[in-house]
């Protein structure tokens, strides 16, 4: 729920399982974690038509999962009915205080977030960006919102929540302002955050991203050093998700970028080997380090990296990216690339999530 009471810091209290939050709500998650995303569209309409779900928050929560679910298997309309079905999300249906007798000790929204972003995200998938724009912009000013009141009230658990998720908005704005290449936004946005303080390694070295594209190396060096400095003082504002491993991993994949950008190959190799040996799963060390190699000419260990990826870390591993790459790696390798595909392919059918695209093999 996305707006706690504001005399006490529920994100302090300890439940014993998910299933204390709603009905089968662990089920539902673990779910979701295997990318079963038509068993979730099964399990909330079960639910629905026996009324197994009681409470009005019950609801939400199960239309938050069904709204995820349909927009995972690319059904964007579906989800954005089922999205307008809520009308307003300020209304007093969603407000705990309007019913007292359930939820007497609480108050404020029992919209999920993840309802909010996902309000946002669809209009850009259904091909009206700008719409999509203004809602992630209203959403961010929603979010500063919240922390501002939660600072009023010294609720620091959540205050630490809601920095966590102003972060990930302003990644996703940044995110959609970059395909379509408009750079100075982007740059508008991180530095006024930088100005401000805001000490989020992520956004820093996106920073450092942008710079590149723009072509000041000398600028992009300098966040990137930047975010070394903040690693190695213990620096982070919180706001951020990275661990200590994730953290060096960030700082190795950084400087290994600039080596990438000079063509120093094996030195960019280098540094995406110590990411890989910290953190076995980072996929994106391990795609990157395989197109170093292919591109000092050594296809067959490139092919290596990202198969024994696949093998090793399946469900990390298997993203569109690094197949898409996988198979132009197999098409300059082999005279019978499409056979080797058609196998990759069916193995794939036999593993992925269900929100995978099967496509990107191009069979």
């Not at 658990?157 to 100075?184: M, P, T």
């Not at 060096?248 to 960019?268: M, T």
């Not at 953190?279 to 198969?307: F, G, P, Q, T, W």
């Not at 093998?311 to 690094?322: C, D, F, G, I, K």
Request: overall charge negative.
């Amino acid at each position: 729920m996305d707006e706690p009471s504001p005399t006490a810091d529920p994100l302090t209290n300890q439940f014993g399982s998910l299933n204390d939050l709603a009905h089968e709500l662990a089920s539902l998650q673990d779910l979701a974690t295997r990318g079963s995303w038509r068993s979730i569209l099964d399990k909330v309409s079960r639910a629905r038509s026996l009324n197994l779900l009681s409470n009005p928050h019950d609801h939400l929560i199960y239309l938050s999962y069904n709204v995820l679910a349909l927009s995972k298997l690319r059904r964007f309309t579906d989800a954005s009915n089922e999205l307008d079905s809520l009308h307003d999300f300020n209304s007093h249906h969603y407000k705990y205080e309007t019913y007292p007798q359930l939820y007497p000790s609480r108050s404020g929204s029992m919209v999920p977030f993840s309802l909010r972003f996902i309000h946002a995200q669809l209009p850009i998938k259904l091909g009206n960006r700008q719409e999509g724009l203004d809602r992630f912009y209203l959403l961010l000013n929603f979010v500063r919102q919240r922390i501002k009141e939660k600072e009023s009230n010294s609720l620091q658990e959540s205050v630490k929540i809601w920095k966590k998720r102003e972060n990930f908005v302003l990644n996703c704005l940044i995110g959609h302002h970059l395909g379509a290449k408009e750079f100075n936004v982007c740059l508008d946005l991180i530095k006024d955050l930088i100005n401000h303080d805001y000490l989020d390694p992520v956004l820093i070295s996106k920073l450092g991203y942008i710079q590149m594209q723009i072509g000041d190396l000398e600028g992009a060096k300098g966040s990137f050093n930047r975010v070394e400095t903040m690693l190695n003082e213990g620096k982070d504002d919180g706001s951020s998700f990275l661990g200590e491993v994730e953290f060096r991993n960030l700082v190795n994949r950084n400087k290994a970028l600039v080596y990438l950008v000079g063509k120093d190959y094996v030195s960019a190799v280098r540094e995406y080997e110590e990411c890989i040996e910290r953190d076995h799963a980072d996929i994106v060390a391990i795609n990157n380090k395989a197109l170093c190699l292919m591109y000092s000419r050594d296809l067959s260990d490139s092919i290596k990296v990202l198969e024994n990826a696949l093998e090793r870390v399946p469900t990390v591993a298997l993203n569109e990216t690094l197949v898409i790459n996988l198979c132009s790696m197999y098409e300059l390798a082999y005279v019978n690339h499409s056979e080797i595909k058609r196998t990759l392919s069916n193995w794939i059918a036999r593993v992925a999530p269900d929100d995978f695209d099967a496509s990107c093999t191009r069979v």
